[in-house]
C-alpha cells in the first residue's frame, strides 16, 4: 500500500526512486521477502553486485527445467519446430521430459495419445528433433543456457575452442582471453562443466548426434575483409534488414560483432528505437555511430 517515486531509468525502464513515508496508512502486515524458492524451497542466493535474488536449483526445479527445455527448442537456439511452452509443460507433467537430453529419446507412440497431440503433431515435432542434429556448435552450446553465455559468446567460444572437449577442459585465465569473455563468464562456464551432471547431460546429447564441435571449413565463407579487423554493436530495428541478418555480413566481412560498447568498439549501428543510455555511452567513449545505409555502403 505504499505510494512510491517512479521515474524512467535511462529514459526507458521504470525505476523506483524512494518512498512517500508521510503517506503510509500502515495497516496491515509489512511484506515477507520469501527466502526460499516457491517452487522447490530451496533457499534463494544473491550474487555480489547484483540486485536479483534466485533459486541455484536450476537442475530439479520445475520452472527452471521446463524453461531451460523451452530455450533450448527456441528459434535462435536449436530451433526445434512444434514444441511450445505448453507442450513442454505437457511433456514435463507426464514425466516423458525431465531434461532437454530425454527430447531425442521420444517415440512416437509417446506423443500421440498426449490431450491436444494428434500423429500429425507428433510426427512434426520428431521431425523437428531429428532436424536438429544439424544445428551448428555454437547454436547448440547457446542452447545449453550456460550462464551469461548468450548467442555472441556462444559463436566466439566455439569459433575458438573449437569442440565442447576443449571448452569443458578450458581454465578460466584462458577463457578470458577471447572476446566478450569477462571473468564472470569465464567463472560461469568452469563451473558449469565442474559439474558432473552437466558433463552426463552434455554426453548423452553427443550420443544423440549433436553437434559439439567445428568441422574443418565449417565456418562462415567471407566474402570480403572490408570490416577485417572491426569490432561492431547492433541496437535498435532497421528497415531492410533483421539484427541476424546484419550480424551475418559483419561477419561475412570480416568484422565481429559485439553484445556491448566499450572503448574497443570500432562502431555502434544504430536502428530505430535504441536506447539512449547505448548511444550516450558511445559518444563519450568517442564510439562512431553509423545508420543502416551507412553501414551497407561501407560493405558495398
Known amino acids: 500500500g505504499d505510494m512510491v517515486y517512479v521515474e524512467k531509468g535511462g529514459e526507458i525502464i521504470p525505476k523506483i526512486t524512494g518512498v512517500d513515508v508521510d503517506s503510509r496508512v500502515l495497516l496491515g ?9 516457491p517452487e522447490c524451497g530451496t533457499p534463494l542466493v544473491r550474487e555480489a553486485g547484483e540486485a536479483a535474488w534466485y533459486c541455484p536449483n536450476d537442475l530439479t526445479c520445475p520452472p527452471q527445467i521446463k524453461g531451460k527445455i523451452e530455450h533450448f527448442v527456441s528459434r535462435k537456439a536449436m530451433n526445434i519446430d512444434g514444441i511450445g511452452e505448453e507442450t513442454v509443460s505437457l ?9 532437454v537430453a530425454d527430447l531425442y529419446q521420444l517415440k512416437l507412440s509417446d506423443l500421440t495419445w498426449l490431450a491436444g497431440l494428434g500423429e500429425k503433431s507428433g510426427r512434426k515435432m520428431l521431425q523437428g528433433i531429428a532436424d536438429s542434429r544439424n544445428v551448428p556448435f555454437e547454436r547448440v552450446l547457446f542452447a545449453l543456457g550456460i550462464r551469461y553465455v548468450g548467442a555472441t559468446v556462444a559463436k566466439n567460444l566455439a569459433v575458438n575452442m573449437r569442440s565442447i572437449d576443449r571448452l569443458a ?11 566478450e569473455v569477462g571473468e564472470r563468464i569465464a567463472e560461469s562456464v568452469v ?10 547431460l552434455v554426453q548423452r546429447l553427443k550420443d544423440a548426434g549433436l553437434q559439439f564441435e567445428i568441422h574443418a571449413g565449417a565456418e562462415q565463407t567471407v566474402v570480403s575483409d572490408k570490416l577485417k579487423g572491426l569490432s561492431i554493436v547492433i541496437s535498435g530495428t532497421f528497415a531492410n534488414h533483421s539484427r541476424d541478418e546484419l550480424k551475418a555480413l559483419i561477419e561475412a566481412n570480416g568484422g565481429k560483432n559485439a553484445s556491448g560498447v566499450t572503448s574497443k568498439t570500432h562502431y555502434l549501428l544504430a536502428g530505430d528505437n535504441m536506447g539512449p543510455a547505448k548511444r550516450e555511452k558511445a559518444t563519450s567513449l568517442g564510439v562512431q555511430i553509423i545508420s543502416e545505409e551507412e553501414f551497407m555502403q561501407m560493405i558495398e
Open 29 to 37: 502486515e509489512k511484506v515477507q521477502f520469501p527466502k526460499v524458492c
Open 91 to 99: 511433456l514435463y507433467q507426464h514425466k516423458l521430459l525431465s531434461n
Open 169 to 179: 577442459s578450458a581454465k578460466k585465465e584462458e577463457l578470458t582471453l577471447l572476446d
Open 191 to 200: 563451473s558449469y562443466f565442474a559439474d558432473e551432471r552437466h558433463r552426463t
